[in-house]
């Protein structure tokens, strides 16, 4: 059992004007990701073509594969007249050159400043045929940046394409049978394959939203496919409203309104909300509620797995043991990554993340009892705020960790930077990193502790042989 929380130190933000190197994304970023993990399905950025440019190079960087991302593709006349044309003309094309089963529409920036009214726009479309036989299905969520991360698209997208899709009645037999819905998360594809594996292995069917672990990370084909195998199965979208309970991994997201706590108050689906299963007893908890409820115990491998990464934490203890961190990057990632500091005998003494839900610091204190040192932490702040946070307080870190966003900063400070989450662009396989799970935090601890040696043994005069 954990000690009650206790405060946390959490000091005022400046009014800042400007951010200097954002520790964040554009969210229509996080809802084309979550549309490339529906089968069939096709991201429509509802805008100008920069906007869609940006997003895809930016994946297609992380996950090094093609993404395309359609777009409405706003000129000036559209953007003082409407993109309602554009809109069509674009769901048109998308329609007659990737037959795809679904089209996810998000908004941007320039659409929800002008005041696009995307539910009537989608009405007319429609009306006029846009729903013949073999028309894909339409789902669209508002995703201006100005008012979130691109976690917080990624999460509005979830719950708008569960809102939308989400269908009483008749089921298709497959769906009639006891199964779980579970809500990851922004995670890596290795992460949601590790999900798909416990549920086989606690042997209950559960449809994982979204599913980009195929779709974004598939092997490689004899034959380009404008739109790749894998996704959510959209009966399985429609089918949400049957499932025994949703699982939901995030510790910010309790107190907000998503697909889980969606299906809890209009289908009265149990909603577990949970945070994500990374070092030992954040992923107790996991299988715990894994075991409440399926009714099955946990599987002898995953027991297993637990034991050899205590024996692991025993055996590097004296490697870590004190060494002070900051860890920054997308909030529940950040409170993960926090946690499995704090059980190696790590010090995180700077938690930071651009984004704003409110619940960092609590969060941060849930999973932070035992440390006697709380750390300092701050939301929506940017890189060169950490820096000078980090400069002024003499914060003196022996690592960081995050994502590639935070490498100049780690070079500014003189040490080694542990790549996490996303977006990893300057190496390779950052979509196949497993962060979750007892078989996630060894290999995450494996590489902290191997980061650490490697630092002492290039920074020696004389060389270590054994360490």
Same mark, same amino acid.
């Given at each position: 059992?954990?000690?009650?929380?206790?405060?946390?130190?959490?000091?005022?933000?400046?009014?800042?004007?400007?951010?200097?190197?954002?520790?964040?994304?554009?969210?229509?970023?996080?809802?084309?990701?979550?549309?490339?993990?529906?089968?069939?399905?096709?991201?429509?950025?509802?805008?100008?073509?920069?906007?869609?440019?940006?997003?895809?190079?930016?994946?297609?960087?992380?996950?090094?594969?093609?993404?395309?991302?359609?777009?409405?593709?706003?000129?000036?006349?559209?953007?003082?007249?409407?993109?309602?044309?554009?809109?069509?003309?674009?769901?048109?094309?998308?329609?007659?050159?990737?037959?795809?089963?679904?089209?996810?529409?998000?908004?941007?920036?320039?659409?929800?400043?002008?005041?696009?009214?995307?539910?009537? #726009?989608?009405?007319?479309? &429609?009306? *006029?045929?846009?729903? $013949?036989?073999?028309?894909? @299905?339409?789902?669209? +969520?508002?995703?201006?940046?100005?008012?979130?991360?691109?976690?917080?698209?990624?999460?509005?997208?979830?719950?708008?394409?569960?809102?939308?899709?989400?269908?009483?009645?008749?089921?298709?037999?497959?769906?009639?049978?006891?199964?779980?819905?579970?809500?990851?998360?922004?995670?890596?594809?290795?992460?949601?394959?590790?999900?798909?594996?416990?549920?086989?292995?606690?042997?209950?069917?559960?449809?994982?939203?979204?599913?980009?672990?195929?779709?974004?990370?598939?092997?490689?084909?004899?034959?380009?496919?404008?739109?790749?195998?894998?996704?959510?199965?959209?009966?399985?979208?429609?089918?949400?409203?049957?499932?025994?309970?949703?699982?939901? #991994?995030?510790?910010?997201? &309790?107190? *907000?309104?998503?697909? $889980?706590?969606?299906?809890? @108050?209009?289908?009265? +689906?149990?909603?577990?909300?949970?945070?994500?299963?990374?070092?030992?007893?954040?992923?107790?908890?996991?299988?715990?509620?894994?075991?409440?409820?399926?009714?099955?115990?946990?599987?002898?491998?995953?027991?297993?797995?637990?034991?050899?990464?205590?024996?692991?934490?025993?055996?590097?203890?004296?490697?870590?043991?004190?060494?002070?961190?900051?860890?920054?990057?997308?909030?529940?990632?950040?409170?993960?990554?926090?946690?499995?500091?704090?059980?190696?005998?790590?010090?995180?003494?700077?938690?930071?993340?651009?984004?704003?839900?409110?619940?960092?610091?609590?969060?941060?204190?849930?999973?932070?009892?035992?440390?006697?040192?709380?750390?300092?932490?701050?939301?929506?702040?940017?890189?060169?705020?950490?820096?000078?946070?980090?400069?002024?307080?003499?914060?003196?870190?022996?690592?960081?960790?995050?994502?590639?966003?935070?490498?100049?900063?780690?070079?500014?400070?003189?040490?080694?930077?542990?790549?996490?989450?996303?977006?990893?662009?300057?190496?390779?396989?950052?979509?196949?990193?497993?962060?979750?799970?007892?078989?996630?935090?060894?290999?995450?601890?494996?590489?902290?502790?191997?980061?650490?040696?490697?630092?002492?043994?290039?920074?020696?005069?004389?060389?270590?042989?054994?360490?």
């Amino acid at each position: 059992m954990s000690s009650p929380a206790r405060k946390i130190k959490l000091e005022a933000k400046p009014n800042w004007v400007s951010t200097r190197n954002p520790c964040k994304a554009c969210a229509p970023m996080g809802a084309t990701l979550v549309m490339r993990g529906i089968e069939g399905g096709v991201p429509f950025l509802h805008g100008s073509q920069g906007c869609a440019t940006y997003m895809r190079r930016y994946l297609i960087s992380h996950f090094r594969e093609p993404m395309d991302i359609a777009t409405s593709g706003f000129s000036e006349a559209s953007t003082i007249f409407g993109g309602g044309a554009n809109l069509r003309q674009g769901l048109q094309n998308v329609t007659s050159q990737y037959k795809p089963g679904l089209i996810g529409i998000a908004t941007t920036c320039l659409t929800e400043t002008i005041g696009e009214d995307m539910n009537l #726009l989608l009405h007319e479309y &429609r009306a *006029k045929g846009g729903q $013949a036989e073999n028309a894909p @299905e339409l789902v669209h +969520v508002a995703t201006p940046s100005y008012r979130g991360t691109h976690v917080d698209g990624f999460n509005d997208a979830v719950r708008a394409v569960v809102e939308q899709m989400a269908a009483e009645g008749a089921l298709p037999s497959a769906y009639t049978q006891s199964f779980l819905n579970i809500f990851p998360g922004m995670v890596s594809a290795e992460d949601l394959r590790f999900l798909k594996e416990v549920a086989d292995d606690f042997g209950i069917p559960a449809t994982v939203f979204p599913d980009y672990s195929e779709t974004l990370d598939g092997p490689s084909m004899l034959k380009y496919k404008k739109i790749p195998e894998g996704g959510t199965p959209l009966l399985a979208l429609h089918a949400t409203p049957a499932a025994r309970a949703s699982i939901e #991994l995030g510790r910010t997201l &309790r107190q *907000k309104k998503t697909a $889980a706590s969606f299906l809890q @108050e209009r289908f009265l +689906v149990p909603a577990k909300r949970i945070g994500l299963p990374v070092g030992v007893e954040e992923t107790d908890v996991f299988f715990n509620t894994m075991e409440k409820v399926t009714g099955a115990p946990m599987p002898e491998k995953y027991a297993a797995q637990r034991g050899r990464l205590i024996d692991a934490y025993v055996d590097g203890h004296k490697y870590v043991f004190g060494k002070r961190a900051i860890v920054f990057g997308d909030e529940d990632m950040v409170v993960g990554m926090t946690s499995l500091l704090a059980e190696i005998g790590a010090q995180p003494i700077l938690c930071a993340s651009g984004g704003k839900s409110g619940a960092l610091a609590k969060s941060i204190a849930e999973v932070t009892t035992h440390l006697k040192e709380a750390p300092l932490v701050r939301e929506g702040v940017d890189f060169m705020t950490m820096a000078e946070e980090a400069e002024m307080k003499e914060l003196k870190p022996d690592f960081m960790i995050g994502s590639s966003k935070g490498a100049k900063f780690a070079r500014a400070l003189g040490v080694p930077l542990i790549r996490v989450g996303f977006p990893i662009h300057d190496r390779f396989g950052g979509q196949r990193i497993l962060h979750l799970g007892y078989r996630g935090a060894q290999q995450l601890f494996d590489q902290i502790i191997n980061t650490l040696l490697e630092l002492k043994q290039d920074s020696s005069p004389i060389g270590y042989s054994y360490l």
